[in-house]
């Protein structure tokens, strides 16, 4: 089933070539939802490519406290992990499977060879680098220059756009921490979204309208 799902999301992206030898090579796993895949200053031997779920990125501040950067989707990759990887050194964000996710993780060795032998995975690790750097970004933008009620309803429809649905199942704890602020804040700022008629609340559950 892994393997059909590799061809079905990268056959689009990757030549045949590279396909086989993800095949070979590629070690196939499983990670339940809030399973940690990779974690701040861990050693990287692979990098993922994401088969099926959604998985989150996060940094960490020096008191503990995170914060989201960007999501992952079916068919991506995670480029800071990547730069960890080629540059050998430990891995600066945290890796979260925000649904239940299947991926294939190759080996850094291959990952720099194909770069330089392989147009197609030249080209998917180039594309992925621009798409995280647009995100990240937008990341800046949005703590920058939007207020948090701006902030909140941007990451309530990018968790809509990822499940494929209006109505997302989240805590309003597990908001506050992607968003690094106080629940009481997240609670308060929902309340005024739904009066605004831009979301409907009910217990652990979110309709975006």
Known sequence: MAKTLLKEKFSPILDQDIIDE??????????????IIIDINQTLKYIPLLLTGNIKILRE??????????FLETGETCTMSLTCCMGTTKSKIRAVAETNSSLVL????????WFHTNQSWRNFILESYQTRFNEMLETIDNIAF?????????????KAHLNGTQTIIVKHLDIAEDLHTSRVVISRLLKQLENENK???????????
Not at 61 to 70: H, K, R, V
Not at 106 to 113: A, D, F, L, S, Y
Not at 146 to 158: A, E, F, G, I, S
């Open 61 to 70: 501040d020096t008191y503990g406290n995170e914060l989201l950067i960007y």
């Open 22 to 35: 993800i095949l070979k090579i590629g070690h196939f796993k499983t990670f339940e939802k809030d399973d």
């Open 106 to 113: 190759i080996p850094v060795e291959n990952i720099q060879t």
């Open 199 to 209: 979301i409907k609340l009910s217990r652990n559950k979110i309709e975006i309208l």
């Open 146 to 158: 939007l207020k948090m009620d701006q902030r909140l309803h941007n990451y309530l429809t990018n």
